[in-house]
């Protein structure tokens, strides 16, 4: 029992952070078809911006937060103005911004590199303590991610439901011609949904780094996981690559206790292997006939 609550506890964790990370990841894919590869890199500066605020600028670790914030989601912005919006109208947007983004990412990553040094930093932002259930010692930290991702998680789903925004949000995503029809201003969609991406990358890469270390390539890892996770649950599709998440966070923290640490990404890139074998379009996608 003390082990199954360890690999709860754990897998729970792990699977809230990289639903944070997906989310974005699959909006932006949902809304423009564009995969942003600079995504691992909006975290890594949410986390430095975090650290920054709270050990330079003296910065209570909430107004931290909400900062990290706030810049990422302006570097989202800045994606869209200089990257997104001169590709969108031209042949191979999909291609082309793929091949931005990356560059975007990199210069994003060498700066944090040049200001703040190669070497690993702590993230000053963290609680102190420990839940006893059992036998097994649970962190508050864990604790606190897991609230702070599941109010995420709310407030984005009752954003894309509840709100004009959100409508506007999923009419694009199904039909961008239709949408503009209907008076949708496509574009500002598309400005608030790399926002809001960039906003939650700021958010996952502050709680990723609050339970390991900051350095200027930590964002690699997680994007890859969150791309993972897109591609089981179905590109572009929210509330599949949350539930994805979750399982694959619980997966992952299950084979590190039995297998080992070394065999976990294996296990999750077979299973992308088994889920493409078996739906190419995901758990929580859908088909499309294309006719010739």
Same mark, same amino acid.
């Given at each position: ?14 699977? $809230?952070?990289?639903?944070? $990370? ?23 500066? /949410? ?25 990422? !989601? ?8 200089? !990257? ?14 793929? #091949? $931005? ?6 210069? #994003? ?68 011609? !239709?949408?503009?029809?209907? =008076? ?13 991406? =960039?906003?939650?990358? !700021?958010?996952? =890469? ?39 998440? #979750? ?12 297998? /080992? ?11 992308? #292997? ?19």
């Amino acid at each position: 029992m003390d082990v199954l609550i360890q690999i709860i506890a754990s897998g729970l964790t792990l699977g $809230a952070m990289y639903a944070v $990370a997906t989310i974005g990841l699959s909006l932006v894919y949902g809304s423009l078809n564009m995969l942003n590869m600079a995504h691992g890199a909006l975290l890594t500066l /949410g986390g430095y911006i975090c650290y920054a605020t709270i050990t330079h600028l003296g910065f209570h670790p909430a107004l931290a937060l909400i900062a990290a914030a706030l810049v990422c !989601a302006a570097a989202g912005l800045v994606i869209y103005a200089f !990257a997104t919006l001169p590709l969108l109208r031209a042949e191979n947007f999909e291609t082309n911004i793929f #091949i $931005a983004t990356i560059g975007i990412g990199s210069i #994003i990553e060498n700066l944090m590199l040049k200001s703040f040094g190669p070497y690993p930093i702590p993230q000053p932002l963290g609680i102190s303590g420990q839940v006893v259930i059992g036998n097994v010692h649970i962190p508050v930290q864990n604790i606190l991610i897991l609230v702070t991702a599941l109010t995420l998680m709310a407030a984005v789903a009752f954003l894309l439901q509840k709100t004009r925004t959100g409508r506007a949000i999923r009419a694009t995503s199904m039909n961008r011609e !239709a949408a503009q029809l209907m =008076g949708v201003r496509v574009g500002q969609v598309y400005a608030q949904v790399l926002a809001l991406s =960039g906003a939650l990358a !700021a958010v996952s =890469g502050i709680m990723i780094s609050s339970i390991a270390t900051l350095t200027p390539v930590m964002g690699g890892d997680p994007m890859l996981k969150a791309f993972i996770v897109c591609v089981v649950a179905g590109l572009g599709n929210v509330y599949g690559a949350v539930i994805a998440a #979750i399982v694959l966070g619980l997966l992952e923290a299950a084979t590190q206790y039995v297998f /080992g640490v070394r065999w976990s990404f294996a296990t999750l890139l077979l299973l992308v #292997i088994l889920v493409l074998i078996w739906r190419p379009y995901g758990l929580f996608g859908r088909g499309q006939v294309v006719r010739l």
